[in-house]
């Protein structure tokens, strides 16, 4: 019992450390008073978000960067991007 | 609708994994399930087990998915204009919702245009991602060891992503966010608590701005 108890409170912790960030824009600021720079570079980050996640995948072969033949998943997602 | 199946077929081998590698770090199967259904966050997930296991203390666990969950606050600003006109009961659960994939699906739906109930396909994306989530934790739990990890699975994900960042590259500025953010989170992939993939999107973002800007000085300029 004492067991279950130590992993709920870690739990709770990382629900702390995880939701209220999501929620923080969503409902503390509105859109309106965001200033003009950041609204226009919100713009962005969805294609960087998905660059900065793919990348590291393709051109990393265990943490080493790997730009060769020898290196699948490079070849697998060139061949991809080009019949997307 | 092909995307967003292979997406979630894509967070499969991940969920799995999840659950297989909490119980061989000794967590009791009944707080790992509640851990997939209380905070729902992919990497973050992965951290933790990873931390927990080296025998790191609880303050350090939750500081440091702090830390990895920053990025969140992105997402969160990202979907504030779209979810501005939606009552709070809309969007706390929604919030809920926003870890990775299901960001970046509705994200790229509505860069390229399509803001028709974008609130219905969050829920929708993020409900089906959640319960896929939910169900691949606990084939984890009982399959254990049994659960192959061959980093070929796992390549299905990044190429779906891939699928969905070719379509938004249709003008330089994208493509300069999207470049810049990529080369940086690959050099800086050696940061600890996933810092570098923090870094790398700042980056873009910065690297969309400065060139939307020069092409509206280069346009000026033009007579």
Known sequence: MIVLWHWGIILGGIMVATYPIRLTFVVLLAPERMPDIVRRGLHYVPSAVLAAIILPELLLTEGALNISLSNDRLLTGIVAALIT | ?223
């Open chain 2, 1 to 223: 609708m092909k995307i967003q199946l292979s997406i979630l077929l894509g967070v499969v081998p991940f969920a799995l994994i999840f659950g297989a590698l909490a119980i061989s770090a000794s967590i009791p199967p009944i707080a790992v399930q509640g851990y997939s259904l209380l905070v729902f966050a992919d990497s973050a997930q992965f951290l933790a087990i990873g931390l927990i296991n080296s025998g790191a203390t609880s303050v350090v666990v939750v500081l440091s998915i702090f830390i990895v969950n920053l990025r969140h606050a992105f997402y969160s600003a990202t979907m504030a204009p779209m979810s501005r006109h939606l009552p709070l009961r809309w969007k706390a659960p929604l919030a809920w919702l926003l870890m990775d994939e299901a960001f970046v699906m509705t994200a790229a739906r509505y860069a390229r245009g399509n803001t028709q109930a974008a609130h219905w396909f969050m829920l929708g994306t993020g409900l089906s991602l959640y319960v896929t989530w939910q169900l691949g934790t606990f084939a984890g739990i009982i399959a254990g060891s049994l659960v192959p990890y061959n980093g070929v699975l796992d390549f299905a994900l990044p190429l779906t992503f891939l699928a969905l960042l070719v379509p938004t590259l249709n003008k330089w500025p994208v493509a300069a966010a999207s470049l810049t953010a990529g080369v940086l989170a690959v050099l800086l992939n050696e940061l600890p608590f996933q810092l570098g993939l923090l870094l790398a999107m700042l980056a873009g973002v910065t690297a969309g701005l400065l060139a939307e800007r020069k092409n509206r000085v280069m346009e000026a300029a033009l007579p």
